[in-house]
């Protein structure tokens, strides 16, 4: 059984940063994608950034870019999103998830993040 754990979130205030971690496991290797979206208050969920099997190539959405970071530990089954400077924003529920390149099939519960002012 695939689970994915999200931890990091929190309260912060803007220019702050924050490390989202996103523990899997159930798969039979570390061969799956992993993805971040985020769901603000009152919007649909928006992915924001994309690493494929070995970490070596990733996606992110233009607007986060320079700010946000995606990462993956291979051997620890761990994905990180590094957020710097956070903005009010970006206060959303963040979700990972775990697949292949074309369907994000497993999601975790997701870390809430609130950036004030």
């Known amino acids: 059984q695939v689970q994915l754990v999200e931890s990091g979130g929190g309260s912060v205030q803007a220019g702050d940063s924050l490390t989202l971690s996103c523990k899997v496991s159930g798969f039979t290797s570390s061969n799956y994608w992993l993805a971040w979206f985020r769901q603000r208050p009152g919007a649909e969920r928006e992915g924001l950034a994309t690493?494929?099997?070995?970490?070596?190539?990733?996606y992110l959405l233009e607007s986060i870019k320079g700010r946000f970071t995606i990462s993956k530990d291979g051997a620890k089954n761990i994905g990180y999103l590094q957020m710097n400077n956070l903005q009010p924003d970006d206060t959303a529920m963040y979700y990972c998830?775990?697949?292949?390149?074309?369907?994000?099939?497993?999601y975790g519960q997701g870390t809430q993040v609130t950036v004030s002012l």
């Open positions: 690493i494929d099997i070995d970490g070596s190539t990733s």
């Open positions: 998830s775990a697949g292949t390149e074309y369907e994000f099939k497993y």
